[in-house]
């Protein structure tokens, strides 16, 4: 705090030396400053150390996070004979076991080239593009419904080699449109590039001309492609590359994909097909991947060491020296210490530790050392995980598994206990759908009953019914599912339908389960396509209780009811019957344990930063008591200037009346003796 002296020369009056003086005294009067400044120092270290707890603490949590869930365990490495041919992943549901496989083909997607133009900015036409996906026998073109009917439009403005390009791209259609110039005076060229590869996604390319003539060789209709068109009136662009699919054999079972990147070929394994070994199979093996697994143990042993480390030394207390730490005798310390040293020394419930089992650390290799750190013997381990890596998955991991192979069981949270739970089914999911009242009519004409307005969980868009006499319903509805599951509103909204028929009754079925799912349909199309009075009924939510409490559903999914002792435990229920169907059992491992231990630590409320609030809020104590403080000192330096001040003049002022009497008194005349 500052003491400048009130008077510019105090001292003026006797030479009394009153800023030293002062100041002498208010460094006596100051000394609690001395002392908060040093009680702030101690907090503020104590902080410092809650810091590297938290950090140790989160540290200790990434190695828990890797051994919490299951996959750790269960996951298989790939392992190729020839990586030009082909790579693969592993993934869940994976089997360790040997393959042969051989590639004959790799999967293409089709490309289409236009005529040359001399420029970019040449004017092509204007009208609609319709490209149709599918796939052709000969010149018989099959659509593809799964995939849809995709519309451009392309206005005056959009009329140019280029703008026509952009206006495909634009639309996000599952087509790339590029220009190519080929070198020559007339040499740009419009590409047309399926998106996806395979022979059911050929291109069909279709033009409403905005001369009138859709197939001739001027306007918009120069970018027409039908096979079974004859050129130049139809098939107007050249295909450069032909869609067709991946075909291979594993194990001499031939397959075909449309894509060389397949997933479910062999169950959990992911392949990416390279080349051709036509004649040369080459092996893929797929084994347990314990190293990984058993890397994850020794990092959460270094953790859990490192974290004791932190602990032991921001707590310890230097007989010899008799020094404390920054935090000796911490009850935080304590708490974190003994909760997670209690947790990792107790058996785990729900496991008997019998019959091959494990509910220890030390059945699996890990303990205790005397002074507290844990120690891994590795060849345990790895025996463990030989003999049975399931149940060394369960000493660590959080594990939900359903006796029925129909029902997939996950669990997540903290609320949920481990134990075995009777599932009873009440109510299966349903599918939204609609169903025709009358057999479909098979007469498409347009501008008359060839629009459908389609409602589809919630997503409603108009679509165009393709003009023309259908063989026979199986026909008519393979083109209404191209033109709902194509239209831009659907995909977007991750919409779809499938459309059969039974006894020429068209069925419009959403795909997803559940009260979402929803199908409605009105329009100059309904009638002829669902006859007068079609039904439409809601889907439903599946239904049923979890360990005899009432779940909550939603499509497929049954879940724990929020805030239930089965909070946290989903159960997929893909198929199968109502009533009863088995059990499903919850174990939680010593890592998934500490995992939720150690949240409930950090979070927020938690007991670390409880700590931490407690000291900030002494530091802010201490700055209230510095700034009342210094206010007072303020007041006793201005009370001890202004007295001393005025001894100074009083000393003065006796001074001078002390020299005027001597004066005076020099100038009486002397008494002389006689």
């Known amino acids: 705090m500052s003491t400048t002296p009130t008077l510019s020369s105090p001292g003026i009056g006797s030479g009394l030396d009153v800023s030293g003086i002062v100041s002498k005294l208010m ?118 419904t799964d995939a849809g009917a995709r519309t451009v439009t392309i206005g005056a403005g959009q009329n140019t080699l280029a703008g026509i390009r952009d206006a495909v ?31 059911a996604n050929s291109l069909r390319v279709t033009a409403a001309d905005a001369d009138g003539n859709n197939v001739d060789v001027a306007g918009l209709s120069q970018l027409a492609y039908d096979p079974a068109a004859t050129a130049g009136s139809g098939r107007n662009m050249t295909q450069k590359v032909a869609a067709q699919d991946a075909l291979l054999s594993i194990d001499g079972i031939d397959i075909t994909k449309s894509t060389n990147t397949i997933s479910d070929a062999i169950e959990g394994v992911k392949l990416d097909l390279h080349a051709a070994n036509i004649g040369s199979p080459t092996a893929l093996t797929l084994t347990a991947d314990t190293a990984r697994a058993a890397s994850a143990v020794q990092d959460l042993v270094k953790a859990y060491n490192d974290l004791g480390a932190t602990l032991t030394n921001l707590s310890k207390y230097d007989a010899p020296n008799k020094r404390a730490s920054v935090l000796t005798g911490d009850s935080t310390v304590r708490i974190i210490d003994s909760r997670v040293r209690g947790l990792l020394g107790n058996a785990l419930s729900g496991i008997n530790g019998v019959n091959g089992s494990f509910n220890t650390l030390s059945q699996i290799g890990i303990s205790f050392h005397s002074d507290g750190t844990l120690a891994l013997d590795t060849s345990k381990l790895s025996a463990a995980m030989t003999s049975n890596l399931n149940g060394v998955s369960s000493v660590f991991a959080a594990i939900a598994k359903a ?192 995992d939720s231990l150690v949240t409930q630590m950090l979070d927020a409320d938690g007991i670390v930063s409880a700590g931490t609030d407690g000291m900030n809020k002494q530091i802010k104590d201490i700055d209230h008591r510095r700034d009342e403080l210094q206010r007072r000192l303020t007041l006793v330096e201005a009370n001890y200037r202004a007295q001393f001040t005025a001894l100074d003049t009083l000393l003065g002022s006796m001074s001078a009346t002390s020299t005027y009497l001597q004066q005076q008194l020099a100038n009486l005349p002397k008494i002389r003796s006689s």
């Not at 392992?79 to 592993?90: F, M, R, Y």
């Not at 020559?184 to 998106?195: I, N």
């Open 169 to 199: 791209n634009a639309a996000s259609i599952g087509v790339t449109a590029t220009i190519v110039n080929d070198g020559s005076a007339s040499g740009d060229r419009l590409v047309f590039t399926a998106s996806s590869s395979g022979a």
């Open 403 to 594: 006796d029925d192979a129909l029902i997939g069981a996950t669990a997540s949270g903290d609320k949920l206990k481990p134990g075995s739970y009777a599932v009873n089914i009440s109510q299966l999911a349903t599918q939204g759908k609609i169903v025709g009242s009358a057999a479909a009519g098979l007469t498409i004409t347009a501008g008359v009953n060839d629009q459908l307005v389609v409602s589809v969980d919630g997503t409603t868009t108009t679509i165009s019914v393709p003009a023309g006499t259908y063989a026979d319903a199986s026909a008519l509805a393979s083109a209404v599912k191209s033109a709902i599951n194509g239209a831009s509103a659907m995909t977007q909204a991750g919409a779809s339908v499938a459309v059969t028929q039974a006894a020429g009754l068209l069925t419009i079925t959403s795909a997803r389960y559940g009260a979402i799912s929803s199908v409605a349909a009105i329009g100059s199309a309904a009638s002829t396509v669902l006859g007068g009075s079609a039904t439409a009924t809601q889907g439903m939510d599946i239904a049923g209780t979890i360990g005899g409490v009432a779940a909550t559903g939603s499509g497929q999914t049954l879940s724990g009811a929020t805030g239930s002792a089965l909070d946290g435990l989903s159960l997929q229920v893909t198929a199968g019957a109502t009533g009863a169907r088995g059990n499903v059992s919850y174990t939680k491992g010593f890592a998934a344990q500490l």
């Open 27 to 144: 460094a006596v009067e100051s000394q609690p400053l001395t002392d908060l400044a040093t009680q702030e120092a101690s907090v503020q270290a104590r902080i410092s150390a809650y810091g590297s707890i938290k950090s140790a603490l989160a540290s200790f949590q990434s190695a828990l996070k890797a051994l919490s869930g299951p996959q750790l365990f269960g996951a298989l490495s790939a392992s190729v004979g020839d990586s030009d041919v082909l790579s693969a992943t592993a993934t869940r549901g994976a089997i360790a076991g040997s393959y042969a496989i051989e590639v004959q083909q790799l999967a293409q997607a089709q490309k289409i080239v236009s005529k040359g133009w001399a420029q970019t900015s040449d004017v092509v036409g204007s009208g609609t593009l319709i490209f149709e996906f599918g796939s052709f026998a000969s010149t018989t073109f099959a659509p593809n």
